[in-house]
């Protein structure tokens, strides 16, 4: 399309805007509107030269990550109220350098869901719960869910996620976009609300493949204030040109089997069959060992690191966060009981307050924890079965919003390996179970993130298994699903004879 024949930035940021009043009572999935988008906007319209490939993009951005201008950076938590930094995190400047316009914040699981393991998805303290838009008792999944729910309903084209293990790829699968976990060190975490500096990462969650690599194109990049970054700009590339409807061609790709099921065969099978037609040879991979001890050493990774990176990120904040430190944030929550912890509690937090730093126990934890998920792992399974890239279901479809439970998840895919090992990740629509969307994984080689996007690209443009969303109050109200559970064929026993056989 020619320059002059693009819809107007402020044009695209009002019908966003527009959309996001209209939709967001429905599903909660943002969590403030930045009150410069429209000036962000005519600045855009203003440049008549030069303007960036993200021309006009309203974009969302999760509520861990820092923005410039009078929104705070929240976390979802009441004690980060006020945290206005007035500082852009680099992915975000990086951004607004592409053309983007920052239209706001979106919901989160509070903390990134590092609070407590009773947690429910989609639920912060100063957000409420989101919801999930093909079926609004359903889970949004987390910690990203308000980026997941609103990409999902429309809101606009592209959010930005971050991941430490799941939160990208379960929120987008369940939602049914595009959502892609980049390799750790390729996209900058400064100024980003942390848990863990050995596995979070920010990422795209999109509608399609090519979208989420033209925002990849925009964040990523070496970050001097960010170490793990140190690798990136000699390991860039231009993740859009690189997209191919015949990458799957001739390539070979392992199937998780060790990580299928959960009521996603019939998707899973459907997928692997188009992989097949379009050129790509299918090895069953059946055994992964050594998965529980990896849960297990992942765990003490990131409760030690929540403590030590935490108190550094409260330490740069205004001084009108009075919570400076992780013990500040437990003792906060204890104050705030009736606000913060009426749902469920804080013991995540507690165990990390009780840590001791990077101590013996901290390291063996991380190096057994890396070896198993990566050089015994990912790359093993690489190796051994002469495979590019590893395919299965991302998660269960959604699950129901449960206050007394929590999250009730009835599996889950092989994506802790790719978030432990710090390895791209990229989730594509798959189809339905019962209505409710579920993802196809594409986990690769470290630094492999343009290989994994074009094999993810030519699968999603051969299937087309993209789910709109129906906004219906349950499942079990759409017609599909509530004539079965109507009786059919024979009218219901007498009172007397129901309690009868009650009794029996």
Known sequence: MAASAQPTAEKQTREALQRIATLNPRINAVIAVDPTALDQARALDR?????????????????????DGPLPTTAGSLALADNVTHRDAPLVARLRAAGAVIVGKTNLSEWANIRSNN??????????????????????????????????????????????????????????????????????????????????????????????????????????????????????ADYAAGLRPDA????????????????TNEALGAALSVLRAQGATLVDINELQGRQEMGRNEHAVLIAELKQDMNAYLATLPQSVRSRTLA???????????????????????????THGYDDAYRH??????????????????????????????????WPIDAVNGDQISGGGAGNLAAIAGYPHLTVPMGTVRGLPVGLSFI??????ARILALGYAYEQA?????????????????????HLRPHGHSAPPASRRGARARR
């Open 328 to 354: 500040d944030l437990i003792a906060f929550n204890r104050a705030h009981a009736d606000e913060e912890l009426a749902l469920f509690g804080q013991e995540l937090f507690e165990q990390a307050e009780a």
């Open 47 to 67: 440049i008549r030269r030069a303007r960036g490939p993200l021309f006009g993009m309203p974009i969302l951005i999760k509520d861990n990550i820092e923005t």
């Open 248 to 263: 799957l061609r001739g390539v070979r790709i392992g199937v998780m089997r060790f990580a299928s099921g959960f009521g």
């Open 365 to 398: 934890a991380r190096e057994t924890s890396l070896r198993l998920a990566g050089r015994e792992g990912i790359d093993k399974l690489l190796h051994d079965n002469n495979v590019v890239a590893l395919v299965g279901p991302t998660m269960p479809p959604a």
């Open 119 to 236: 947690s429910i998805s989609g639920w912060s303290a100063v957000g409420g719960q989101t919801r999930n838009p093909h079926a609004l008792n359903r889970n949004p999944c987390g910690s990203s869910s308000g980026s997941g729910s609103a990409v999902a309903a429309g809101m606009v084209p592209a959010a930005i996620g971050t991941e430490t293990d799941g939160s990208i790829t379960c929120p987008a699968a369940i939602n049914g976009i595009v959502g892609f976990k980049p390799t750790v060190g390729l996209v900058s975490r400064t100024h980003v609300v942390p848990i863990s500096h050995s596995q979070d990462t920010p990422g795209p969650m999109t509608r399609t493949v090519r979208d989420a690599a033209l925002v990849l194109n925009a964040i990523t990049g070496t970050d001097a204030a960010d170490p793990a970054t140190a690798d990136a700009d000699a390991h860039r």
């Open 444 to 449: 690769g080689a470290r630094w492999d993130d």
């Open 463 to 483: 299937s087309h298994r993209i789910a709109t969303p129906r906004f219906v109050n349950s499942i079990e109200e759409t017609p599909e699903i509530a004539r």
